[in-house]
């Protein structure tokens, strides 16, 4: 059974760091990209970033461009997203997520993905 489990999201004050992680199990994910998602009340799943299988491309949303790396440690089966300069409108749940295209390109679109985890708050307070 796979599993995604995010961690590392809570409160911050504007213009703080956090850095969440996701840890996944029930399938070696170093061959498939991975990425992370958020969802804003009263909004869609929007794409924030994405990571190839092998970590040498990344592909950003253009609000969190500068702000936000995505990375992986595919020996720990772990992906991390490190948020800076955080602002109040990042405030979301934040889901990873992973397609099941091996070798395949990352994607913008949450349909693409074919596992979600369960999602982490972060909360970025003005």
């Known amino acids: 059974q796979v599993q995604l489990v995010e961690s590392g999201g809570g409160l911050v004050q504007a213009g703080g760091s956090l850095r969440l992680s996701c840890a996944a199990s029930?399938?070696?994910?170093?061959?498939?990209?991975m990425g992370w998602f958020r969802q804003a009340p009263g909004k869609e799943r929007d794409f924030v970033a994405g990571?190839?299988?092998?970590?040498?491309?990344?592909d950003y949303a253009d609000s969190v461009k500068g702000r936000f790396t995505i990375s992986r440690d595919n020996a720990k089966n772990t992906v991390y997203l490190q948020m800076n300069s955080l602002k109040p409108e990042d405030t979301a749940v934040y889901y990873c997520?992973?397609?099941?295209?091996?070798?395949?390109?990352?994607?913008?679109?949450?349909?693409?993905?074919?596992?979600w985890g369960q999602g982490t708050q972060v909360t970025v307070s003005s």
């Open positions: 997520v992973a397609r099941s295209a091996m070798f395949g390109s990352t994607s913008y679109r949450a349909d693409d993905y074919d596992y």
């Open positions: 029930g399938r070696t994910f170093n061959r498939y990209p």
């Open positions: 990571i190839a299988w092998g970590g040498g491309r990344t």
